[in-house]
């Protein structure tokens, strides 16, 4: 199975910061990652996927780069309601696969 | 935009058995490929298991392998998830999720808890 491994576990943050997010994949999974957002109490929600494709609605603020095994999703202007947990997923191979998540602090 | 809605969850003794379901509001063009994934308590998310949209394929985890089984009807737009032998460390909020690759919809999740 591939693990996913994400850096750092938390992230302390202001509003307005620019933030970059880090997750590693134990072997290749070229552009099949996904990247989503969960608030405390609420349904993960998908940001990317295809490595850099932002979903439906998903503000511009948000970008992703990366394939094979290191990828970066990066905040431009961080905003009061971007405090949340962060997941990346791969969907090369079964099973799929999250790394544990990154929470941003303020 | 698709709605999930699960339900079924609830509190469960270890060994006991639980069966959850998922309702689809609508399919896109055909019926959509369908996800199960978990969250326990203050922990991250797990994907669980996947069935295509005619049944075809069908995936599990390890952890739940022989004792869960997917399944899907639909005409009546529905997911379900058979948990049998259910152990303590099953508890979790479970999500039906909608994707073969990422996970494009997600329902409101539906908490499961095995316990004495």
């Known amino acids: 199975e591939v693990v996913m491994t994400q850096s750092p576990a938390t992230l302390s943050v202001s509003p307005g910061e620019r933030v970059t997010l880090s997750c590693r994949a134990s072997?290749?999974?070229?552009?099949?990652f996904a990247w989503y957002q969960q608030k405390p109490g609420q349904r993960p929600r998908l940001l990317i996927y295809g490595g850099s494709t932002r979903a439906s609605g998903v503000p511009a603020r948000f970008s992703s780069s990366g394939s094979g095994t290191e990828f970066t999703l990066t905040i431009s202007s961080l905003q009061s309601e971007d405090f949340a947990v962060y997941y990346c997923q791969q969907y090369i191979s079964w099973p799929r696969t999250f790394g544990q998540g990154t929470r941003l602090d303020i | 935009e698709v709605q999930l809605v699960e339900s079924g969850g609830g509190l469960v003794k270890p060994g006991g058995s639980l069966r959850l379901s998922c309702t689809v509001s609508?399919?896109?063009?055909?019926?959509?490929?369908l996800n199960w994934v978990r969250q326990a308590p203050g922990k991250g998310l797990e994907w669980v298991s996947y069935?295509?949209?005619?049944?075809?394929?069908?995936y599990y985890a390890d952890s739940v392998k022989g004792r869960f089984t997917i399944s899907r009807d639909n005409a009546q737009n529905l997911l379900y998830l058979q948990m049998n032998n259910l152990r303590a460390e099953d508890t979790a909020v479970y999500y039906c999720?909608?994707?073969?690759?990422?996970?494009?919809?997600w329902g409101q999740g539906t908490l499961v808890t095995v316990s004495s």
């Open positions: 999720a909608l994707g073969i690759a990422a996970f494009e919809q």
């Open positions: 609508e399919f896109t063009l055909s019926p959509d490929p």
């Open positions: 072997q290749s999974v070229s552009s099949s």
């Open positions: 069935i295509s949209s005619s049944s075809s394929y069908i």
